[in-house]
């Protein structure tokens, strides 16, 4: 397997990369981060469980769910961060990168990309809409857009076996990775933003009518649930429509009823 922080320092001086370089640095080389990432998501499954990470970028939790002993299927649609995730995890066995954009069909989708900050390039043009003058938004650009394969939870499914967990980080796609599963899994997250809450309001009755029953909120990029106790999906939405908009940003942690 390849070492992971010698394939970071090759990938940061990689010309072809540079707009990685910044996510690179931010979510690599921090032992006490990761030692937070592994704690937080040991509940979430144990060692040969299979996880799908919807949007796994450059892999920091991709990197969190290998260490705790789980096979990953990485989904990424972008060119760049997909080949940075076969060169950091190249060799490893128990790693599948798909290059795809997860959503309700197996279609291609476009993808807009924003050059300067790869980790916001969205499928969703009302992603882009809601971040057009809003506070702490107005500087983003979506300079680009590319087209790539499509996919389904329901398809990675039955190419892969159900997972015990699945991470979805899709900038505003969620609701539409969630149109493409049709059964229950064991637990999954998705991310919200206080820019568009709507979205995420769907996003919790569509889980609602697959059988999830127990919810909680992790705000920012914090390792820790906000809500001291696992809610019921209307509790949850009231929470997010709470929210100030500073907080900008999190994710919806969503347990089946058997789970």
Known sequence: MVDHLTAVEALKADPALSGL??????????????AAMDAFYAPFLHPADLVFDIG???????????????????????????RALRALYAGDPQVIVVEAACGARSDPVRLHVNSANPTISTASPQFIAAAAGADGWAHETWDAEVEVAGTTLDRLVAAHGVPAFAKIDVEGFEEAVLAGLTRPLPALSFEFTTIAREPARRCLDR??????????????????????????????TAYLGALPHEANSGDVYCRFRSA
């Open 21 to 34: 370089r910044r996510s690179l640095e931010a979510y690599y080389g921090d032992p006490a981060r990761e």
């Open 56 to 82: 796994a970028h450059v892999g920091d939790r991709l990197g969190s769910f290998r260490r705790l002993g789980a096979r990953v299927v990485a989904v990424e649609p972008q060119p760049l961060c997909a």
């Open 207 to 236: 889980l609602t009518g697959l059988g999830f029953t127990r919810f909680n909120v992790a705000l920012g990029d914090e390792m820790a649930l906000a809500l001291p106790e696992w809610l019921p999906a209307a509790e949850v």
